[in-house]
């Protein structure tokens, strides 16, 4: 069994946004009963959250949105740069509150102290870009986690892999000029193909270039194209890359029964994915994964998704390649 880590902190059920939104806080009251439900709670590790010192967040972010995003909760704005971006006055100290925990994560997986771990945070992030919020996101949690990883510790190869159903542009933006990091996502297009961006020859740039690697998934699709595309697009790229560490921005969306995608990933689909992802992590990583919450939004689906996930993380599975 692996030393597992999971992030859950109440205060990220501070950020509201409004009715009828579907970045709410019972998302994570429904991950968080999965699991204590299944009886994982005493198998893992508990991560503590703290503030996040700006000085990282701003290795990603401009300092004027920084100072925007904070102003505009202190005013009392209710979205900031997009209406789907809805917010309220918590909204600023709980992204904080969420990088925090996630860089607290990053310490524990580069000391020893877990092997791997399970970031249920919000707001999400993959969306965020360096000067404006879009897709609920505001804080670029994984981008930030890959930085402080590069500066703190020295990691000279970062893989990302990116399976919310929306492409990761965010994510891409920052580091498609970076050789050191390796991003790649999974996700819907066209259809639903919030932001539009991800498409096979987006692969970089400068000396990014072969960097970037993404596997758009038609709608209707499922199980089998998402298996095909990793096989084909993910592990050669990885063999060749051999990260140090593996960020996941995990995104439960593609499911079936989430309304916001029209693929069909059913979940034992999902628990493919992430046995494939701790198994690389594995071989090249020496176990080192973080995963990292982004979207997922059926209620009803998201505590099997959740345990099934940590209980991947704590005892790994088959070899799926």
Not at 24 to 36: F, N, S, V
Not at 195 to 205: A, H, L, Y
Not at 214 to 222: D, K, T
Not at 301 to 314: F, G, M, R
Request: hydrophobic share 35%; glycine share 10%.
């Amino acid at each position: 069994m692996k030393k597992t880590g999971f992030l859950f902190d109440k205060r990220f059920l501070l950020h509201k946004t409004g009715p009828y939104h579907p970045e709410t806080p019972e998302r994570l009251e429904a991950i968080y009963k999965g699991i204590e439900e299944a009886g994982l709670l005493p198998k893992l590790t508990l991560i503590k959250t703290s503030r996040a010192d700006l000085k990282w967040i701003e290795t990603i972010h401009d300092k004027h949105y920084i100072d925007r995003f904070s102003d505009a909760c202190i005013s009392g704005y209710e979205t900031l740069d997009r209406s789907d971006n809805q917010m309220c006055g918590e909204t600023y100290e709980t992204a904080l509150l969420a990088v925090g925990g996630i860089l607290n994560t990053a310490n524990m997986v580069m000391e020893g102290k877990i092997d791997n771990a399970f970031c249920a945070v919000r707001p999400p992030g993959h969306h965020a870009e360096s000067d404006r919020a879009m897709g609920f996101c505001y804080f670029n949690n994984v981008a930030i986690a890959a930085r402080y990883l590069q500066i703190e510790w020295g990691v000279k190869r970062v893989g990302i892999i990116d399976f919310d159903v929306h492409h990761g542009n965010g994510t891409q933006h920052l580091f498609e000029h970076d050789p050191a990091v390796f991003y790649y996502s999974i996700h819907q297009h066209p259809s639903f193909a919030y932001p539009g961006t991800g498409r096979e020859f987006e692969e970089g740039d400068g000396d990014g270039l072969g960097f970037t690697k993404n596997s758009p998934i038609l709608p209707g699709q499922g199980d089998e194209a998402y298996e095909l595309s990793i096989k084909k697009d993910l592990l050669p790229e990885f063999e060749k890359f051999d990260p140090e560490v593996i960020i996941v921005s995990t995104g439960f969306d593609a499911h079936v029964d989430d309304k916001m995608s029209d693929v069909n990933l059913s979940t034992e689909g999902f628990s493919w994915i992430i046995k494939m992802i701790f198994n690389m992590a594995e071989r090249y990583a020496n176990g080192k994964l973080i995963s990292v919450l982004e979207g997922g939004y059926s209620l009803k689906h998201l505590p099997e998704l959740a345990k099934n996930h940590v209980e991947i993380l704590l005892n790994g599975g088959e070899n799926v390649y």
